[in-house]
């Protein structure tokens, strides 16, 4: 199964989700892009949405067993002669973080980019099995 997400109150009733847009810009500092992310047998891919980032603004980072996904997006914005009624595109900073399952191969991680899609491949060590144990039941 397949779960998605939508915002269906912007939609509906952009002028009530306005105030709601701005009140979120306030409370951070970047924007963080959507992102799918599947497991085959061999490894977990991880699909970031980034249109319009040059791969030199993006940066990914580990830290630990977590992998940071952050950069910046410019705005075409820059043309002094333009008076925009509306802007709904993002810009600024943007990052993301992922949280490495415990299998992962760290040494192998790679990214590729392509049409506005940042693509981690996150290969399975080949030595981890899954941990698994059998709880019993304890009577009070």
């Known amino acids: 199964m397949v779960e998605t997400t939508a915002q269906p109150l912007s939609n509906w009733w952009p002028n009530i989700a306005d105030p709601l847009r701005r009140f979120g810009a306030q409370v951070a500092d970047y924007f ?29 980072e580990q830290h ?17 002669d333009k008076n925009y009624y509306f802007s ?15 299998d992962v191969e760290e040494g192998s991680i790679k990214a590729s980019a392509e049409d506005g899609v940042l693509t981690l491949h996150l290969p399975k060590r080949k030595d981890v099995e899954p941990a698994k144990r059998t709880i019993s039941v304890q009577k009070k």
């Not at 977590?66 to 410019?74: A, P």
């Not at 595109?89 to 949280?99: E, N, V």
């Open 88 to 102: 709904e595109r993002t810009y600024g900073a943007f990052q993301r973080t992922f949280r490495l399952p415990a």
């Open 32 to 60: 963080s892009p959507a992102s799918d992310a599947a497991v085959t047998d061999d490894a977990y891919i991880v699909e970031v949405e980034l249109p319009g980032v040059k791969d030199e603004d993006i940066t990914i």
């Open 64 to 80: 630990g067993n977590m992998l940071v996904v952050k950069g910046h997006k410019h705005s075409s914005h820059e043309e002094e």
